[in-house]
């Protein structure tokens, strides 16, 4: 069946004019039949075709078809509901009267429906099979004053103007909208043909009054044409940005052939012969270079709009940016970077030394490259004449396989705050070269070492190539910082992808995923710093030339901050010189009662504390007309003015109290911030428990553990212990701090020696702190660390040190001063440690002295 023709403006209006004749003879009846719409609201005086579809709808309109057509015709303020009851209604809707009805195949009812008459629903009286119920009618207030016959011409204007911009209401609706004098009328079907909400439609017809009815009308149609404006002139923005791209496009082609016409070049050409000039200048190597034009010739015939000639300007933009062939001259004076190296950084003497023998092999190469070799070669057959020089053309076997090496590689280990970062910089300024400084604690992406293919959006060269574009030279200080803090997961390995970088052998043809291009790295000196070597993979640990700093003593941090921290805490606090001097006591205090660190980090934290306390003081002192250039005197920071600044001691250490009662050793210990000392503490009770380990102990270390109590008991004779005592307590091994992990082997002597310390009852020596490996026949076994494990045993006032016998080689690593200043027992059997811990230093070592080293060094006698 064909629905187009009842669906018609012809049979709309056939509806339209039979609906005065109607309304003239429309009453209410008591009852009536309800029938729920979703999504709109009709009005009275209003004609609106309606589609019914839901069982329970389709039989209301049935029999009320074969009644008297009348039905009540209400709004769902929630459209989703499928069976609405009485309370998912509205109470306030449209007697209406079913003019047509055509029933589809699908069982769905098309109808067309005139509204008569506002209605109340004020009870309902059956729910099934439908909704039905008793109604009122309840007649609109139409007031006649002048203001509703301004809001009607308003109206009219506004719809007007809406119909100009919405081209989905009809013409013939149009047409009686403008042709109504009745206000109510108008309010309807204005507010039927305007795209609103249901809560909105629903609002106006519950209005009684006309006039509020005509007011929420402006209020929506204004804000309708305001859209409908507003999308316009989007749409018309829209459209003029393609026209304005098109006669863009369409202006270049008639530059384009005006300017070929004339001889000259276009934009496109003149930038591609610029890159080519920039090309031919770089000094590019074959390889990049044949790479280079080839993406340009590319480039030249695509057009300048195209995706693609953006990203290869971008890429021919980088590889001529790379200095290829420009290198920084070396400052090859050794005095003179000497000093440099002297006036940045006390002390570091193997780090100095280190950069000056690359700075005097590089001067004699260059020397002697200016001049021929006396030395006359041996001919041998098939590599050089008698002349030395190889037939025109051929390269040596050696050469080709090994080409001589320009760059450097070092690593510097050490603690934080030893002066790793800066001493690059130094490096820097005494060679003469540009230095460059690149992170890498944290990384977890091989791309931010290689780069990225050049096939993702966005991407772009590494870090290498990137520092190298942005320094300008290919010969920098490169430093590559926290090198043993490199991540890895799903994205790849850093660590890997430096192995290349780092490679003397393979780094002169470098290749970024980017550049996909080879780069020569083989002139940048190459720095990288870690505090510790176990997390650096061992491949890549090989190729770097590892250089020890080891924290400074208390002489050596004192020199710094008299040289190097004091001035410079006192110029960014805003200072004078003779406003502030801190005595050499005071730095002592400062460094013994408030540090506790390897390097000088902390302690220039200190001294800074100290200068703003005292520039708080010169500033509180000045008058407000005063310029403050003349100091006010000197404050002078002494000894036991120190805490006056800083507050109570933070740190102190208790040797001599924790180890007068028996069963505590004093043990050394190696950490990444430098070294420190440890107390072996043990007791025993009565019990058969066995053995406890308490302190966050690593696997070797209770291993280490567990020997250094089977040999005390196996020497339980000879060191006068009962045999039997084992049998008849528990014994409990515990090393502070607890929170802190501890592993390794080193602690075994200072564990035996604290329980045979506890087992004996005698307290071990205060002043002697021990370090070294044992095994259950009592071997004492060389540990690392020494330089470290020292250096802390003299920070808490140790004065003797138990090392094992093997280790007496690291004694020369030791700065002089605390050599000096302490003795050291070299021992190989565990038995010789408990002769120094509970023995007479006098009747069981002799001292020996060393005329190279001046220390003291004892051995068993």
Known sequence: MDFSNMFSQEAIEEAEKAQHHERERAHVPAELPILPLRNTVVYPNTVLPLVVQRPRSVRLVDDAVIADRRVALVGMPNPNIEDPRPGDVYTIGTMALIHRLVRAPDDTLHIIVQGLERVEITEFTQ??????????ARPETVEESVEVEALVRHIGALFEKLVGLAPYIPDAVVTNVLNTDDPLQLAYMVATSTRMDVPTRQRILELDSVAEKLRTLVGVLTREVDVLELGKKIQKDAQSGIEQVQ????????????????????????????????????????????????????????????????????????LVELPWQVVTPDKL????????????????????????EYLAVRRLRQERRRRPAKTAFVAAEGTADGNGEHPEGEESVENYLRPEREGAILCFVGPPGVGKTSLGRSIARAMGRKFIRQSLGGVHDEAEIRG??????????????????????????????????????????PSSALLEVLDPEQ?????????????????????????????????????????????????????IAEGYLVPRQIRENGLLPEEISFEREALRRIIRDYTREAGVRELERQIGTICRKVAAQVAAELAPDQEGTQPQGTTVITADTVADYLGRPIYFY????????????????????????????????????????????????????QAALSYVRSKA??????????????????????????????????MATALASLMKGVPVNSKLGMTGEITLRGQVLPVGGIKEKVLAAHRAGLEIVCLPKCNEKDLDDIPEDVRNRMTFILVDRVEQVFDAAFGSSEGSIRVKRKKKQQNRVQEPG
């Not at 496109?268 to 280079?292: C, D, S, W, Y």
């Open 507 to 559: 780094n002169r043809e470098f290749r970024d995923n980017y550049l996909d291009v080879p780069f020569d790295l083989s002139q940048v000196m190459f720095i990288t710093t870690a505090n510790v070597l176990d997390t650096i993979p061992a491949p890549l640990r090989d190729r770097m030339e590892i250089l020890q700093l080891s924290g400074y003593t208390e002489q050596e941090k004192v020199a």
């Open 247 to 318: 006669r863009e496009y369409f202006l270049r082609e008639q530059l384009k052939a005006i300017r070929r016409e004339l001889g000259e070049e276009d934009e496109q050409t003149a930038e591609v012969n610029e890159l080519r000039a920039k090309i031919e200048a770089a000094g590019m190597p074959e390889e990049a270079k044949k790479e280079a034009l080839r993406e340009l010739d590319r480039m030249a015939n695509l057009p300048t709009a195209a995706a693609e000639y953006s990203v290869i300007r971008t890429y021919l933009t980088w």
């Open 452 to 493: 990225h293919r050049r096939t993702y959006i966005g991407a772009m060269p590494g870090r290498i190539i990137q520092a190298i574009r942005r320094v300008g030279s290919r010969n920098p200080v490169f430093m590559l910082d926290e090198v043993d803090k490199i991540g890895s997961d799903f994205r790849g390995d």
């Open 127 to 136: 729910t099934d099979p439908y909704l039905r119920g008793k109604v009122e």
């Open 333 to 356: 004076d050794i005095k003179e970077a000497r000093r440099v190296l002297d006036e940045d950084h006390y002390d570091l003497e193997k780090i100095k030394d280190r950069i000056i």
């Open 654 to 705: 208790e040797v001599a109290e924790r180890t007068q009662v028996p069963g505590v050793a004093t043990g050394l210990a190696w950490t990444p911030t430098g070294g420190d000392i440890l107390f072996i503490e043990a007791t025993k009770m009565r019990g058969n428990k066995g053995f406890i380990l308490t302190g966050q102990l690593g696997e070797v270390m209770r291993e280490s553990a």
């Open 717 to 750: 004779r000879d060191l006068g212990i009962d045999e039997e005592e084992f049998e008849k307590v528990d014994i409990h091994l515990h090393i502070p701090a607890g929170a802190i992990p501890k592993d390794g082997p080193s602690a075994g002597v200072a």
